[in-house]
């Protein structure tokens, strides 16, 4: 099981920009998919964007975010851009051998302990 450290979550008002970053110390991400999830307060926890061969983003996020990933540092960022209110939540990084494609969470078994993300209006 790969283990993940997130960072960069943190405060944010309406319209500005966070990068989060996904880690994995001692592993390399060549042979992974890595996505990124959220989870809102009462709400199941939703697919935000995905790296493999190809990228996958939710239509919530489709150019506001952008996922992207350095394997030279073997970490993975999700620049996020024009942040809204509804965007608070927990942000997951998660990362599978397994990838289906279209980012479904039952592909992932290793996840990071998240990042808390707060928009405010």
């Known amino acids: 099981e790969v283990q993940l450290v997130e960072s960069g979550g943190g405060l944010v008002q309406a319209g500005g920009s966070l990068r989060l970053s996904c880690a994995a110390p001692?592993?390399?991400?060549?042979?992974?998919?890595i996505g990124w999830f959220r989870q809102a307060p009462g709400k199941e926890r939703e697919g935000v964007s995905c790296?493999?061969?190809?990228?996958y983003y939710a239509d919530s996020v489709k150019g506001r975010f952008t996922i992207s990933s350095d394997n030279a540092k073997n970490t993975v960022y999700l620049q996020m851009n024009s942040l809204k209110p509804e965007d608070t939540a927990v942000y997951y990084c998660?990362?599978?051998?397994?990838?289906?494609?279209?980012?479904?969470?039952?592909?992932?078994?290793?996840w990071g302990q998240g990042t808390q993300v707060t928009v405010s209006s």
């Open positions: 790296i493999s061969s190809i990228t």
């Open positions: 998660a990362a599978t051998l397994d990838y289906s494609g279209s980012c479904p969470r039952t592909d992932f078994g290793s």
């Open positions: 001692g592993f390399t991400f060549d042979d992974y998919a």
